[in-house]
């Protein structure tokens, strides 16, 4: 078998780019187990809080511990992994956007439809920013459900906290399960 | 230097076995229609290339029904790793060596 320096050359090329993509595809797996699960817990807490509005803003901070707590494990397992390596990075942008959230929702002195809103829109604004690098699916999911979540705001009227339930829940699970097959 | 493998070496094969040794050993595969869009190749000819690489014990295969849909998934054998990451090696030298 003879092989030229420029076979080889390419040969090789092309089995670093397989494997990027197999990387970027375990990636978005893993970073779409996060998106449904924050999709289900916000749909959850938003179908709960209708139902039994006394229960809020417990129902919310319980969610959103589950949540958190729920992201670490999965962000543990996938530390196992010698070549996909989210983990810390992404953990500490979660903490600085969970910092920012909560400084913010207390001095901003919002009412809880601002609330509702505040919290979606401001991760969607990350995976806006994160489509910068990983593609500019995410940076569509951020800016359109964006859109839907502030058109919801100002003419969703009733039915607003159906509204944002259906599209920061639905639309994080949705999204989710796209990447988990992208 | 390394010596090269024959099965490995056809383009479609060093497809597959890259896309299957970027995966950790104890993951379960890449199934059937995602290694179709990694590599670019058809149906029939993403087949013969699987049962080639299986034949050599580079590759396992496993087949069942998910949701009532047949689905084939692939994995590479800790041989297939083995001869992947000699052949690569041998690619490297002789770009090394040029």
Redesign the interface.
């Known amino acids: 078998?003879t092989?030229?320096?420029d076979e080889?050359?390419a040969?090789?090329a092309?089995?670093d780019a397989?494997?990027a993509?197999?990387?970027l595809?375990?990636m978005y797996r893993r970073i779409g187990e996060i998106t449904m699960l924050w999709g289900a817990i916000m749909l959850l807490e938003h179908l709960v809080g209708m139902a039994a509005p006394r229960w809020w803003p417990g129902i919310g901070e319980a969610g959103d511990a589950l949540g958190v707590a729920a992201t670490l494990l999965l962000l543990v397992r996938g530390r196992?992994?010698?070549?996909v390596r989210i983990p810390l990075r992404l953990l500490g942008a979660f903490a600085l956007f969970f910092a920012f959230g909560f400084l913010w929702s207390d001095l901003g002195r919002f009412g809880p439809r601002e609330l509702s809103v505040f919290w979606p829109s401001l991760f969607l604004f990350g995976y806006a920013l994160a489509g910068l690098w990983l593609g500019v699916a995410f940076t569509a999911f951020g800016v359109v459900f964006s859109g839907l979540l502030l058109a919801g705001y100002f003419w969703a009227g009733q039915a607003f906290d159906l509204w944002i339930a259906l599209v920061s829940g639905g639309g994080f699970v949705l999204f989710g399960l796209w990447m988990r097959r992208a | 230097m390394a010596a090269?493998d024959?099965t490995i070496?056809q383009?479609v094969r060093?497809?597959i076995m890259?896309?299957l040794t970027?995966?950790?050993p104890e993951d379960e595969g890449?199934d059937f229609a995602?290694l179709k869009s990694?590599?670019g190749a058809t149906d029939g000819n993403l087949g013969a290339h699987i049962d080639q690489l299986a034949k050599a014990g580079y590759v396992e295969v496993s087949k069942a029904f998910v949701a009532k849909r047949p689905r084939t998934t692939v994995r590479a054998s800790t041989a297939g790793r083995a001869a992947f990451a000699r052949h690569?090696t041998f690619?490297?030298e002789?770009?090394a060596?040029?």
Do not use: F, N, W
């Not at chain 1, 196992?80 to 070549?83: A, K, Q, T, V, Y």
């Open positions: 078998m092989i030229t320096p080889a050359g040969m090789l092309d089995v397989i494997i993509k197999v990387k595809s375990r196992s992994d010698r070549e | 090269p024959d070496h383009p060093l497809r890259a896309a970027a995966l950790r890449l995602r990694l590599t690569v690619l490297r002789i770009l060596s040029s």
